[in-house]
């Protein structure tokens, strides 16, 4: 038990107090979208008709709508599908982009070359046109569809992070030795040049989680992303604000609120890991030196 | 006595964590006098040196101690602005990374002078482009046109633009070839003799203190063991630290230690090797190397020598197969380097290793020691059948490596970081042996290594060899280095080999004016006149 107490302060000295209290307001959003809706009293659709549209009072911390439903309960389960899409959408945008990078860093010439100009069209074409042109091309939007969507206009600044890192760790001596050692192309790329890469990666992704929560919301505000007859995310949920949030502010600020708190404390951990992972800090890497070769 | 132009009082910086860096350094500096801090890497030269000007990078930070400037102390009412540049000039380290890489050094010598003087920007234009004529660099460009000379030329021009009365001078030649170290160092005592400048000169290049300095402070972990003139100090070292410092400086021994060379059967081997590097954008194609035969025989040391950019390098990336010939070939044990695949490739890697010039990029910072060393090892899937067992004869290895080279088995847990110079370096050699080479192609393998810790490396080299049955492709700036340990040098000059004899016959008559000036500017910065 104490092993593991030590562990855990360890963890925390590296992250430093900022990404700590990130990680504790993220821990602290993840477990309420996944336990609110079940102990709640109130059903995500349970319609109330005697109590609509009531501000925040003890009964409805977050007020009831015009039908009478719990918007605790309604934000908190629109809450797993935003991180979901959210969390999803920054591994499939890192995995791809961050490997293609590395790849095209370290083979250069034509992949290199096809890859940067694939990268190029890709930032250079306004990214809503490409989200309406897309989310209108399929059938029915879901939250595959959606984390789709993010993914292929997220990729091109991790690719960009990635190719630049691996271009500059292949230029030193070390990788110069295992070359000679005779490692090929994908030893190199995953045993230097990912690890050289991952510090500005990982930083990268946690902000890519939260532009991803934000433009799924900016899609669903839209109209243009999930349903939120089907699907309620935290966008969704804000679809009626223009006409709203006058009246009855409640139903827009704190879904709204909730996003602000999620993508910050995700940026603040974002930066502790890039910190923390830094060469230059002996002591944080110290403990993954301890792994047997 | 003249009262001294700068003195400092017990100095001391604090690291992180409350280790103390420089604990209680005591300077005092004359008008028309070089003092010359020495000490091994770490010793708490630099942090001396920066701490004068209040420019103690964090997260160290000055702790106590005072520094007065003819008898005021600083900062002054002025604050530092007034004092640094103006009063006191420094001269960086490292000048590739000390000058911006998109001005032309003649702008920036210029907005120096501006900053400092009342010159308006024509003035000081012209004014920076005469300053940049009396230091010796003729044509007014950016940084990455220029040598490495004349870089540092031109950062000490920089330093002395608004006539200082002291200057600090950082490693000003650590990453200079021998004939332009000595160069830039008379360049800086011609200012000394000519303004009656105070020179600090920190350096770990006990040659070039030697030509250079009139009194020697001797620094270790941060405190002065050691102080006096420069002929008693170096001469009849009184502090053991210092003595180490001095036994460690390569001499130029003329006769006698050489080998007869034997004939062997050659391991590497360059026949007719072109480098050439495109034209591009409307400048001339590069040719890096001209046509080079080589041969390195079993268990032989050859030296290669040459000055900055004679093609020395390109040589060993060609037969370390990291570059590929315009023509010619390399051949190691029989095998054409660039053509060769699968087990005749097996066969190049497991021949040749190479040991490259910087320790601190030589090792990857985020793996553990061990795990470096292990590295070969793993790629070639030596030690057995399964994965288990192969791993258990890595570990075996990696301790039995770090014997050999001299460190602590248990270092293999530990991360590069916590390593010195020096350490790093023995690690790298580790790493070079793990496949049982015959041939090591070295790179400069000490001029990054303070004198002490660059011999014993080198000493522990020729343990090695012994042991082994080596051969050593030992490629060097340092006449002196070289001709300690090779059984044959190579001189190099534009891309060319001219010259291929024993070292003895080398030192006595070089032949090729190529290689008069590397024996000369050796024997410029040898502690000893040649026996």
Not at chain 2, 121 to 131: D, P
Not at chain 2, 219 to 243: D, F, Q, S, Y
Not at chain 2, 358 to 374: E, F, K, M, T
């Amino acid at each position: 038990m104490s092993a593991a107490l030590r562990a855990v302060r360890r963890g925390a000295v590296h992250l430093g107090p900022a990404g700590v209290a990130g990680l504790v307001v993220l821990a602290l959003v993840v477990l309420a979208c996944l336990l609110g809706p079940i102990v709640s009293p109130y059903g995500v659709d349970e319609i109330d008709l005697v109590a609509r549209n009531q501000g925040p009072g003890w009964a409805h911390p977050f007020g009831t709508d015009d039908l009478g439903e719990d918007m605790l309960t309604r934000v908190l389960s629109a809450g797993r599908v935003s991180l979901v899409v959210g969390l999803a959408t920054a591994l499939v945008a890192t995995v791809a982009g961050a490997g293609l990078g590395l790849v095209a860093g370290w083979w250069r010439g034509w992949v290199d070359a096809g890859l940067s100009r694939l990268t190029d069209l890709v930032l250079i074409v306004p990214a809503f046109v490409i989200l309406i042109v897309l989310s209108l091309s399929f059938e029915r939007v879901g939250v595959p569809q959606v984390v789709l969507i993010l993914s292929l206009l997220s990729w091109p600044p991790l690719f960009r992070l990635a190719r630049a890192s691996a271009m500059r760790t292949a230029e030193t001596p070390y990788v110069a030795a295992a070359r000679v050692a005779g490692a090929g192309g994908g030893r190199i790329v995953a045993r230097h040049l990912l690890p050289a890469a991952t510090p500005e990666i990982a930083a990268f992704a946690a902000l890519a989680v939260g532009t991803a929560i934000l433009s799924e919301s900016a899609l669903s505000f839209l109209a243009l992303g999930l349903d939120p007859q089907r699907t309620l995310s935290w966008g969704g949920l804000m679809v009626g604000a223009p006409d709203t949030i006058e009246e009855r502010p409640w139903l827009t600020v704190f879904p709204g609120l909730m996003i602000v708190v999620t993508v910050l404390a995700v940026s603040l951990v974002g930066d502790a890991v890039r910190r923390s992972l830094g060469p230059r800090d002996a002591a944080a890497s110290a403990a993954r030196a301890m792994r047997p070769w | 006595m003249s009262p001294p132009v700068l003195s400092a009082r017990g100095l001391r910086v604090e690291g992180p964590g409350g280790a103390v860096l420089v604990d209680g350094v005591d300077l005092d500096l004359r008008r028309g006098e070089v003092l010359a801090l020495v000490g091994a890497s770490g010793a708490g030269k630099s942090l001396t040196g920066l701490a004068l000007v209040g420019l103690v990078p964090p997260p160290a930070r000055a702790a106590g101690g005072t520094v007065s400037l003819d008898g005021v102390t600083l900062p002054g009412e002025a604050g530092w602005r007034a004092v640094r540049g103006a009063r006191i000039g420094v001269v960086p380290q490292d000048p590739a990374a000390a000058l911006d890489p998109v001005r032309r050094v003649g702008d920036q010598l210029a907005e120096t002078l501006r900053a400092h003087t009342s010159l308006g920007r024509a003035a000081a234009r012209e004014r920076a482009r005469e300053m940049l004529a009396e230091v010796g660099v003729t044509r007014d460009d950016y940084p990455h046109r220029l040598s490495g000379g004349q870089r540092q030329r031109a950062l000490i021009a920089m330093a002395l633009g608004p006539a200082p009365g002291v200057l600090i001078a950082d490693e000003p030649t650590a990453s200079l070839d021998a004939a332009v170290q000595v160069g830039v160092l008379d360049l800086i005592d011609r200012r000394r003799a000519g303004l009656g400048l105070a020179v600090l000169l920190i350096s770990h290049d006990l040659g070039a203190v030697a030509r250079l300095a009139d009194r020697v402070a001797v620094m270790e972990g941060g405190r002065i063991v050691e102080t006096g003139e420069a002929r008693v100090v170096l001469g009849a070292p009184a502090h053991p630290r210092t003595a180490a410092l001095v036994a460690g400086v390569p001499r130029v021994r003329r006769g006698g230690g050489a080998r007869t060379p034997t004939m062997s059967t050659p391991v590497l081997e360059a026949r007719g090797l072109v480098r050439e590097y495109p034209s591009r954008r409307g400048r001339p194609a590069v040719r890096a190397l001209d046509g080079v035969d080589l041969t390195v025989g079993e268990g032989e040391v050859v030296g290669l020598v040459g000055a900055s950019g004679s093609g020395k390098t390109t040589l060993g990336r060609l037969l370390l197969r990291l570059d590929t010939p315009t023509t010619g070939s390399a051949r190691v044990a029989g095998v054409d380097v660039a053509t060769a695949t699968g087990d005749e490739l097996r066969t190049v890697r497991r021949t040749v290793q190479p040991v490259f010039q910087d320790p601190y990029l030589s090792l990857d910072p985020r793996l553990s020691v061990g795990a470096s060393i292990a590295e070969p090892m793993a790629i070639h899937g030596i030690g057995g059948a399964n994965w288990r067992q192969r791993r258990a004869h890595r570990r075996a290895r990696v301790a039995e490596l770090l014997r050999a080279v001299g460190l602590d088995p248990a270092t293999a847990l530990t991360l590069p970081a916590g390593l010195s110079g020096g350490q790093r370096q023995r690690v790298a050699l580790a790493r070079a042996l793990a496949l049982d080479p015959r041939v090591l192609v070295l790179d400069e393998p000490v001029s990054s290594l303070d004198a002490a810790t660059g011999a014993r490396m080198i000493a522990l080299l020729g343990e090695l060899r012994e042991a082994r049955g080596l051969a050593y492709l030992l490629i060097s700036h340092d006449l002196a280095t070289v001709a300690a340990v090779a059984d044959r040098i190579v001189v190099m000059h534009e891309g060319r080999i001219v010259e291929e004899v024993a070292p003895a016959a080398l030192l006595a008559s070089p032949a090729h004016p190529a290689t008069r000036a590397l024996a000369e500017a050796a024997q410029a910065l040898s502690l000893a006149p040649w026996a």
